[in-house]
Each structure stands twice: as C-alpha cells, then as structure tokens.
C-alpha cells in the first residue's frame, strides 16, 4: 500500500531520508572546506555523519555537523598542518631525489614514497577516530597508525580508490567535481564508513548522537 511507503518508520522513508542527509552533509563539507585551513574539521564533521548515518541514527545534520566541527577544530586542524608540512617535506625529498641523484641511485626514492603512503594511511584514520573518540593528539597518531596496519586490507582499498580518484581528478577535472559537488564527497565518505564503523565498533565506540541529546538536556 502506498501510505505504508511514506510512514516514518519504512525502509522507503529512511532511504530517502538518508539520501538527503548525504545531499546536505556534501554541501556543508564544500562549504565549511573554503577557506582550506578548516578542512581538517570538515572531513572530521563529515565522518560524523557518514557514519551515523549507517547506524541508523539519523542525525540533525546542520546542527550536529557544526557541533563536531567546532568541538574538534583545534585537534583537526592540528592534524591537517602537521600532514600538510610532513607531506610537504617528502615531496621535495622525492622531487629532489629525481633531479639531483644518478639513475642508479633512483632506487632511494622509494623511501620518500613509503613514507607519503604511511602519511596518507594515517590520515584515513585519524580524523574519523577524532569524529568518534575523544583522544589526545598523540594517540590520534598511534592509534591511525595501529588501526591502518591491523587493517591492512581495507587501507590498500583506500590508498587504492583515493590515488584512482586522484587520477580522475587529473584526467577529467571538469566532470569529476561536478559529480563531487552533487554527493560525491559524502557517498565516497559513506563507502570507507561501513569498514569504519564496523573497526570503531570493536574498539569501543557507541555510534549514537543519542547519549549527547540526553546529556544536553540535563
């Protein structure tokens, strides 16, 4: 029956629910990553959401985006310094290494690379865990590291589907951001979610903004 699609409760509801929580999160995650510094809070905000949103939890996007975003700032923001300039730095050692060094000491570039790829595996984790964890800045950075090389399989995927996503970018930079802007950032944020979820779960985590509405209330 028609009226049963729409009721609060169904699957048809939720659905849609969900797909307008991702349409709104991408346009917050756009938005509040402007002024670039802040896009370590953004990505933090955005994971928050993402996977709630799995969990069934259905979060008041606006307002809980926003909470994250300004309760975690300083620790994202932080973090996105402290990768932006170690990144930085192998970049140029690479760089460096390429037009300085004679072909048969090319082989030493591999060590820049190996440690561009232990940045980037970091960073997957790190801001998620600081979504869901209320962690010391040094332990952010343990712990991604930990959780990256105990879940080896899931970080190839990312490291796997961030440089192919890299790679459109590049190639095809018009059509790319224009599906991006759309929900593409959330649907990819949505995608690492369920594998996030499921480790932040056994390590602990209660995925719910409920816990906080009735803390707020008191």
Known sequence: MP???FSPK???TRFLTSLCNLILVNLLFILSSIPIFTLGASVTSLYRITIAILAGDNPSVIK???KCFKDNFLKATGLLLLYSAVTAF???ELYMIRIMLDESYQWTSFIPIFFLVAIAASSFYSFPLLAWFDESFKQLLKNSILIALSNLPVTIMYIAISAGFAFLVYQFPTITMSIMVFMGFSTMALFYSIFLKRIFEKLGAVISFKETED???M
């Open 10 to 12: 169904s699957a048809g």
């Open 215 to 217: 803390t707020d209330k």
């Open 3 to 5: 009226s049963s699609f």
């Open 64 to 66: 809980d985006y926003f």
């Open 90 to 92: 192998f970049v140029f």
